[in-house]
């Protein structure tokens, strides 16, 4: 797309400085900014200062922002957390009548709900008279019935509940659907699965975008693991029950004894002392590094010296630490399910499929073996990492959604 347009963009969460949600609302933001004219509503409590400071610092003119508070109840929010959710739809309404001023004013040629992600509140930007955008969309995914045997108590009554509420709003909340049907609109899905959702609730097709993306091709070199040398196998997430990393530990202790490995865990949560004391018991803590929470560029140069990732998460978007291990160079071993599943193909991982929880031990075991076994595979996936991460470059995400934008307009 070659015409400049103005856009409005409701970015409820918007950081140059963090990651996960805010981080991937500026990171869309920013290269949005320099193909089109922005406007963006944001948070004003958690975000403004940090988007005021890094706009001085880089003199940046090309983006202009508007900020409204969110009411908050944190006491609340820690007896009742869904409690989140009446105060999230207070700030939307504030932005859909400030959006309605500003459109007014700027005459935009695009409304874009970008972030939250979740389904569930979409906004009310939908009832402005122009072509919507929605998306990523994302949080339609349920966790697996037959693999809660891997959640603790907590997670079992957490996920469960979550399953059955999830279920039931993905049915009958009235205004995704309303916001999914506008006219003149666009949807974007996160995750192949998501769009499957979206399809099979809405009647509506979708393109696939994933919420994080990477920043292009870096000067990485492989590792090279000589025979015999212990195979690093790196590890990363909040440390709670959905990332179930007890399925890794349990598929390590089935590795052949002849194998030399070392497992590197990064994060920290209430899960950690739980995952070490299993270790303990599996007799394999002798194996295990942990290493905690650690600053960004600590955890990635951790990452860097490995050999391979492993995912388990039950519950995920696409995950940050999907597209870190492969710019990286980081062939990832991973369950065939969420957002990994799309990113990892045969090019740089091995994906293992969502059977019975034995099989899933097992085939975590087998492929975790056959990388060891074999390094000139390993370091085939390795450079295939390398290759798959140009395809989620934010340069490539902003090209497809001027390709969605441009449809839209015509």
């Known amino acids: ?3 400049r347009l103005k856009i409005l963009v409701s970015c409820y969460a918007c950081s140059p400085y963090r990651g996960s949600e805010p981080g991937m609302g500026w990171s869309f933001i920013k290269e949005l900014s320099h193909h089109h004219e922005v406007h963006v509503i944001t948070e004003k409590e958690k ?6 400071d890094y706009i001085k610092e880089k003199k940046i003119t090309n983006s202009h922002f508007y900020f409204i508070r969110k009411k908050r109840n944190r006491t609340l929010r820690k007896i009742w957390p869904p409690s989140y959710y009446w105060f999230y739809k207070a700030w939307q309404k504030k932005a859909y009548r400030l959006a309605k001023q500003l459109d007014a004013k700027e005459n935009f040629d695009i409304i874009h709900q970008l972030n939250m992600v979740g389904y569930r509140e979409p906004g009310y930007l939908w009832k402005i008279e122009k072509p919507f955008v929605w998306g990523p969309i994302g949080g339609t995914q349920n966790v697996p019935w037959h693999l809660f045997s891997v959640l603790n108590r907590h997670g079992k009554l957490f996920y469960g509940g979550r399953n059955i509420i999830n279920t039931i709003q993905k049915s009958f909340l009235k205004r ?9 609109s666009a949807l974007i899905a996160a995750t192949p699965d998501i769009q499957k959702d979206i399809l099979k609730l809405w009647k ?3 393109e696939i975008i994933t919420e994080v993306g990477t920043n292009g091709s870096l000067d990485i070199k492989i590792n090279d693991r000589q025979e015999k040398e212990a195979l ?10 959905g990332k179930a990393l007890n399925i890794l530990l349990r598929s390590l202790v089935l590795l052949d004894t002849k194998i030399n490995w070392q497992l590197h865990v990064l994060g920290i949560g209430k899960e950690t002392d739980n995952w070490k004391s299993l270790a303990k018991k599996l007799n394999i803590s002798r194996h295990c590094k942990w290493h905690g929470w650690v600053q960004k560029n600590d955890g990635l140069n951790i990452m860097q010296k490995g050999h391979l990732l492993c995912i388990t998460s039950l519950k995920d978007l696409t995950s940050t630490i999907t597209l870190e291990a ?13 957002g990994f599943s799309f990113v990892v193909n045969k090019s740089c991982g091995i994906k293992i499929e969502l059977g019975n929880i034995n099989n899933i031990y097992n085939d975590f075991k087998e492929a975790i073996e056959l990388l060891y076994k074999d390094e000139n595979l390993r370091k085939q996936l390795a450079i295939g990492a390398l290759n798959r991460s140009k ?10 959604l001027n390709t969605i934008y441009s449809n839209l307009l015509e």
């Open 391 to 400: 395809d989620f470059s934010w340069k490539q995400k902003i090209k497809k």
């Open 176 to 184: 995704p659907r309303l916001a999914a049907k506008k006219k003149v």
């Open 1 to 3: 797309m070659n015409k």
């Open 232 to 241: 690093q196998i790196v590890w990363s997430g909040q440390h709670t029950s």
């Open 326 to 338: 492969i710019s990286l160079g980081l062939p990832i071993v991973c369950l065939d399910h969420c």
């Open 204 to 206: 509506k097709s979708s």
């Open 47 to 52: 975000w403004q200062k940090d988007i005021q």
